[in-house]
């Protein structure tokens, strides 16, 4: 059996590897129709309550749009898994309304793919992200729940499974411009534009996601969402690299990544993991903390599991967590888990056309500067800025305050900072 893995493992790495333009788009699946999009519940406010309801941020009144209302909105839609089948996934919006007409016409569109998360209470779906906010700068926000959270917290959620992940956060964005088009009094008329975001888990998935759509979109698509800019913070942008990096720093500030990203390999590319188990990769002890359980169950945050893994299993050591098999490159499980670490590289395979802007922290202690680095090298002969170096070079959540106040222009009073990721 296992030299039967090892084989099928082989194959499908040199697959993987030999062909890093490969999305999720290249297979035949389900497409997302405007039926497919439902309602939830939406509330409307006025623009000081609006604005009231992101405490921590200070608001220009003159970004406000003149005489208007805005709404938050929940949806469901559909989108499909890592192989190929329909998933109901679900998003929060938030867009300004007319008072007297109930039409306006927002002047672009922001996509807010978000941090880790690990408990549903953090989830978009429960709680209003910060970015909702862009919505008093006359635009459509989408703030997609990862598969996993919101209404499909009974699934498993693919943790940093990019390319997966990049198809269903831009599924979200199509599934809330035929809902605008379609809601009566509110539309999307020609002239708008698409502006994505991410920071952390976010950021990884926000570049995926401009591969996604420059690489694996039909262009009717790509000209109906009109991406013009995509800005990434503090991301992890190649999952080899990033691994290998952990590896090698051994002693680890988030050990939690280690399971979640696992986990998510097994949801996300079951034909990559058939017939490896989890107990074949991670040590039976480690396993034996309750650790899966806990990250199933979404009650816990990232830094409640990292906690959990330091007190109840002693070691924050990548290698006393792995079976010592995962040192041999040519193991079936070695082969297996590198083949899914290769289908989250969003460094390789293409050149982007509209604007990249990478912002990182040169100190960061969680996601190593070198992903920036990677990315910027790898990209740089298209549309790539510089890496943009945080202020003082901050730690990694700090970072992501500034990331905020820089690249979406929304003014953070300190006081949030912590409360941010």
């Known amino acids: 059996m296992k030299t039967l893995r090892f084989f099928t493992a082989l ?14 788009s290249e297979v035949p699946v389900p497409q997302p129709s405007t039926e ?11 623009a000081e309550d609006f604005a009231a309801l992101f405490e921590g941020i200070e608001v220009n009144p003159q970004t406000k749009c003149a005489a208007l209302s805005y709404e938050i909105t929940r949806l469901t839609y559909q989108s499909v898994n890592g192989h190929g089948e329909p998933v109901t996934l679900s998003m929060k919006l938030a867009y300004p309304e007319g008072i007297l007409t109930k039409y306006h016409d927002p002047k672009f569109i922001v996509l807010d793919n978000h941090p880790t998360i690990c408990s549903q209470a953090e989830s978009p779906y429960e709680k209003n992200p910060i970015a909702l906010a862009k919505a008093l700068e006359d635009a459509l926000v989408v703030c ?31 599934a809330a411009i035929d809902y605008i088009n379609g809601k009566r009094g ?15 888990q976010g ?3 926000a570049l995926a996601v401009q591969k996604y759509i420059e690489t694996g979109l039909s262009a009717q698509d790509q000209a109906k969402l ?27 500030v988030y050990p939690a990544i280690l399971p979640l990203t696992l986990l998510g390999f097994k949801t996300a590319y079951p034909e990559i993991m058939d017939g490896i188990e989890l107990s074949d990769i991670l040590r039976e002890e480690f396993l034996a903390t309750g650790i899966i359980d806990r990250i199933r169950s979404k009650q816990y945050t990232i830094d409640e599991l990292n906690e959990f893994i330091e007190s109840a299993y002693g070691t924050k050591l ?58 910027y ?45």
């Open 318 to 375: 990548y290698s006393q967590m792995v079976v010592p098999e995962y040192f041999d490159k040519d193991s079936a499980i070695r082969q297996a888990v590198d083949a899914c670490l290769a289908m989250g590289d969003a460094t390789t395979g293409w050149l982007p056309s509209a604007k990249v802007t990478l912002l990182h922290s040169a100190k960061d202690e969680i996601v190593p500067k070198e992903l920036a680095i990677h990315a």
């Open 203 to 205: 950021g990884g998935v």
């Open 186 to 200: 509110i539309k999307m008329k020609g002239g708008y534009y698409l502006e994505n975001y991410g920071y952390s």
């Open 377 to 421: 090298d790898s990209l740089k002969d298209g549309n790539v800025s510089e890496v943009k170096w945080a202020l003082l070079s901050p730690a990694h959540r700090v970072t992501g305050a500034f990331f905020f106040m820089e690249e979406m222009g929304l003014n953070i009073i300190p006081g949030l900072i912590g409360q941010l990721f």
């Open 226 to 252: 009109n991406l013009r800019k995509t800005a990434c913070g503090g991301g992890c942008y190649s999952m080899p690299l990033l691994f290998d990096l952990y590896f090698e720093q051994d002693d680890c």
């Open 36 to 46: 497919d999009v439902d309602l939830v519940d939406s509330n409307l406010y006025s």
């Open 144 to 174: 997609p729940d990862y598969e996993g959270f919101g209404v499909s917290v009974g699934n498993d959620h693919p943790y940093l499974c990019l390319d997966v992940q990049a198809r269903q956060s831009t599924d979200a964005v199509l």
């Open 11 to 24: 194959i499908l790495s040199a697959a993987v590897l030999s062909c890093q333009k490969s999305t999720v």
